[in-house]
C-alpha cells in the first residue's frame, strides 16, 4: 500500500448524551456511547486506507475485531481495535507526534506493526541496516515505556527477495529489536498450497507467531496465466480463511483490500465497490452472505451478534455511533429495566 495512498484522518469530539438520549435508546434497542466496541473476537481484520471518507461499521462482524489504516492515524469513532504502523521513515514524524506512551494507554492500544515492504523499491524501501536503525529510533522504545505493547515485524511480501530481507533485518538488529510476532504479504494465484507453506515456513524459520497482514488472489507474475476468477477467489479467501481461523500460530490476517481504488490489484478482491459500499466478498469475508461466505456453521467464531446491510447497518445513529443489535429476550428486559429506572428518577426530580 503506497504512502500517498494514506489519508490524514481530523480528529473529532463526539457530544454527550442527555437522559433523554438515552432513554430513547433503550426504548429502541441501541446502545449509544462513544466507546461502545463493536469488535469480534475473530482473526479477521481490515486494512484500511478510507479514513472517514467510506462507513466503516458496514464491516462490523463478530469475525471481525481489528482494522490497521498503513499510517498512524486511527478511524475516528471506529469500533473496532486499531493498530497503528510505522509505514517507514517518510511517516516517522508523524508517527512519533501520534504514537506515544500516553497514546497507546489512552487508546489501550495492544500492537503495533513495522515497515510497510521495506524490500520493495515503491514502497518503504530501505537496506536493512537503516531499516534496523529505524526500528531502534522509531519503535523499540515504545516497548520499553509500554511493556505490554506487542510490536509486529516489517512486513516483507512472498517474493524470495522478502524473506531474505527479514533473515538480514533480525541479523542487522542483533539483541536491539523485539519482534513480538512476524507480519507478511502474499500475492499469488490461486494455490491453497503454496499459501499454506508459505506461511508456516515463515512461522518455522522465525519462530514467532504470525500476522498475515495483506493477501489477495493476484498475479503479479506470468502474465499469460491470467488473473484469478471471482470463483477462484471466493474459494480462495474462503479456504484459507477457514486454514488460518483454525491455525494457532496464525493470530491475525487481513485480506486486501476494502477500497475503492484496489491500487493495480485484480478488482475481483476487492471488498468495498467503487461506490464505497460493501461487496458480496466482503459479506463472505466478514460472515455476512455471500456466495462462499464462512459462517457459524463453519467458523470457530460465532456470527449473527451485529446486522450488516449494504448502507452501513442501518439503525439509530447519534453522535456517529450506529447500532443496529439483534434484540433476544434478555436485552429486552434489560433495557425495559433502565427504562423505569431513568422514569424514576425523572419522577423523583
Not at 255 to 277: I, S, T
Amino acid at each position: 500500500m503506497s504512502n500517498n495512498f494514506i489519508r490524514r484522518l481530523p480528529n473529532l469530539c463526539i457530544a454527550s448524551l442527555s437522559i433523554s438520549h438515552l432513554v430513547l435508546s433503550a426504548s429502541l434497542g441501541t446502545t449509544v456511547s462513544s466507546h461502545t466496541r463493536r469488535a469480534g473476537k475473530g482473526k479477521a481484520g481490515l486494512g484500511w486506507p478510507n479514513g472517514a471518507a467510506n462507513d466503516i461499521s458496514q464491516y462490523y462482524s463478530s469475525k471481525l475485531s481489528w482494522y490497521y489504516s498503513w499510517s498512524p492515524w486511527a478511524v475516528v469513532g471506529a469500533d473496532l481495535g486499531f493498530v497503528p504502523m510505522f509505514w517507514g521513515v517518510k511517516q516517522a514524524s508523524d508517527f512519533q507526534s501520534q504514537i506515544t506512551t500516553t497514546t497507546i494507554t489512552n487508546n489501550s492500544w495492544t500492537s503495533i506493526l513495522g515497515m510497510n515492504e521495506p524490500e520493495q523499491a515503491s514502497e518503504s524501501y530501505v537496506n536493512v541496516g537503516d531499516g534496523a536503525a529505524q526500528w531502534k529510533q522509531y519503535i523499540e522504545p515504545l516497548k520499553t515505556s509500554n511493556p505490554s505493547i506487542r510490536l509486529g515485524s516489517p512486513a516483507c511480501t512472498n517474493a524470495p527477495i522478502g524473506k531474505q530481507w527479514m533473515y538480514d533485518f533480525f541479523g542487522a538488529c542483533g539483541d536491539g529489536c523485539t519482534v513480538d510476532f512476524v507480519a507478511l504479504h502474499y500475492y499469488g494465484l490461486a494455490n491453497s498450497t503454496d499459501f499454506i507453506a508459505h506461511v508456516t515456513d515463515y512461522h518455522d524459520s522465525f519462530q514467532r507467531p504470525i500476522w498475515v497482514t495483506e493477501w489477495a488472489c493476484q498475479n503479479y507474475g506470468d502474465p499469460s496465466l491470467g488473473q484469478c476468477t471471482d470463483d477462484q477467489i471466493e474459494t480462495f479467501l474462503k479456504d484459507m480463511q477457514s486454514w488460518m481461523d483454525s491455525t494457532d500460530f496464525v493470530e491475525r490476517y487481513a485480506w486486501f483490500g476494502a477500497m475503492e481504488n484496489m491500487q493495480g490489484v485484480n478488482q475481483g478482491n476487492a471488498l468495498m465497490d467503487p461506490q464505497g459500499k460493501i461487496t458480496s466478498l466482503g459479506k463472505q469475508y466478514i460472515g455476512s452472505g455471500g456466495k462462499g461466505s464462512t459462517s457459524s456453521s463453519s467458523s470457530a467464531y460465532p456470527t449473527g451478534t451485529t446486522t450488516v446491510s449494504d448502507n452501513g447497518g442501518g439503525g439509530v445513529s447519534i453522535s456517529g455511533v450506529q447500532a443496529d443489535f439483534k434484540l433476544d429476550l434478555q436485552q429486552i428486559l434489560w433495557r425495559w429495566s433502565i427504562i423505569a429506572i431513568l422514569l424514576s428518577l425523572l419522577t423523583m426530580a
